[in-house]
């Protein structure tokens, strides 16, 4: 039986649109409270960095509007629908085939080339061969690795592996992409690359982007900043004139 994602429910909708967002854990014991209550309109094509200290509650978000976990309190709206009310198999081909992500660590298959890395999310979606390897290399070919296709993620610098985790976040055109603390792990330069290669595609592609990220550097350059603190949003901050994509590679 086949699973249809419903999207477009609302005329004018945000992408996401997160309200009264609470989420807690227990750490030893003792209960956390990563969000208290917050509120977010997405809209498509925008480029977002979500800031704040550690703890202050950037990953539980974006791990909220991923579908990767629900809140204790207040609801996510992807393209006006509650994620939190729909069925688990129609979540799951939601964030298969809407969605894509991108993590500080990666997270490459190691024994599988940049191709095949690039490519599987397509292969477990039930793809062919062939418009598999197609789509795989013409995403690698868009983040500068054409001629790396064939390199396993041990043989490729850390900025190559991340660019290698963009090109297969977007191999299957998602609608948005979420990226937690996506260059943490790289050094200034390689960095600022990233950033610049995320800007151009959201500006190319129209993904949306919505990053995690404690790097000033990278906060300061993005057209818009939601500033967390303790759980809750503490700043939201535009580019004169909106901000566009443009502005984060100037």
């Known amino acids: 039986m086949s699973v249809s994602i419903p999207t477009g429910a609302e005329a004018g909708a945000p992408l996401f649109a997160a309200r009264g967002l609470e989420k807690r854990y227990q750490l030893g014991g003792v209960e956390v409270a990563a969000l208290r209550g917050v509120d977010l309109d997405i809209d498509a094509g925008e480029l977002l960095v979500v800031a704040g200290p550690s703890g202050s509650g950037k990953s539980t978000l974006l791990h ?9 309190a207040g609801s996510v709206r992807f393209e006006g629908r509650d994620l ?3 069925p688990e198999r ?9 969605l894509g992500f991108v993590f500080q660590a990666f997270h490459l298959v190691p024994v599988l080339s940049a191709l095949e890395n690039v490519e599987y999310p397509l292969l477990i ?4 061969r062939g418009e598999r390897r197609q789509r ?33 976040a977007l191999v299957h055109g998602p609608r948005a992409v979420l990226a937690d603390e996506p260059t943490g792990n790289l050094d200034s330069g ?16 129209g993904t949306t982007f919505v990053l995690s990220s404690h ?12 500033l967390l603190r303790d759980g809750r949003v503490a700043t939201d901050e535009r580019e004169p004139g909106g901000g566009t994509s443009a502005e984060v590679g100037a």
Do not use: C, F, K, Y
């Open 136 to 168: 795989a290399a013409a995403m690698l070919e868009r983040v500068g690795l054409g001629g790396r296709v064939d390199h396993r993620p041990d043989q490729l610098s850390g900025g190559e592996r991340q660019r290698v985790a963009i090109a297969r």
């Open 190 to 205: 390689n960095a600022a690359a990233i950033l610049d290669l995320i800007a151009t595609l959201n500006r190319d592609l």
């Open 215 to 226: 790097d000033p550097a990278l906060i300061a350059r993005a057209p818009r900043r939601v």
């Open 64 to 72: 909220l509007l991923g579908a990767l976990d629900e809140p204790d």
């Open 84 to 86: 939190a009310a729909l």
């Open 125 to 128: 979606d039930g793809h062919r």
């Open 90 to 98: 129609t979540r799951t081909l939601l964030r298969r085939r809407q």
